[in-house]
């Protein structure tokens, strides 16, 4: 899986749980963490279970950080280092 279908897999998971934006929305350059006040702590826990489970990684706690949860392309990234293979 490459870095740009991670991103089009982590819209559709985003727009899901947050559906009070339009899926037009959403791009890799969305800001997400400091930006969008539904981003708060329940939409990460239930973002990391949905990565998790979706794309078959297991996010450490190290990797959940500001940084990290910025934006739909950093957070793809993180997505991406972490896929086996």
């Not at 982590?10 to 350059?29: D, N, V």
């Not at 963490?33 to 279970?49: N, Y």
């Not at 793809?76 to 086996?84: H, V």
């Amino acid at each position: 899986m490459n870095l740009s279908q991670i991103s089009q897999q982590l819209i559709t998971l985003l727009s899901g749980i947050i559906p009070s934006y339009e899926k037009s929305f959403w791009h890799e350059q969305t800001e997400l963490f400091g930006a969008i006040a539904e981003f708060d702590s329940m939409v990460i826990v239930t973002l990391i279970g949905e990565i998790e489970e979706q794309f078959d990684v297991v996010l450490d706690d190290d990797d959940i950080s500001a940084e990290n949860f910025e934006s739909v392309a950093s957070l793809s990234q993180l997505i991406y280092d972490n896929i086996d293979g």
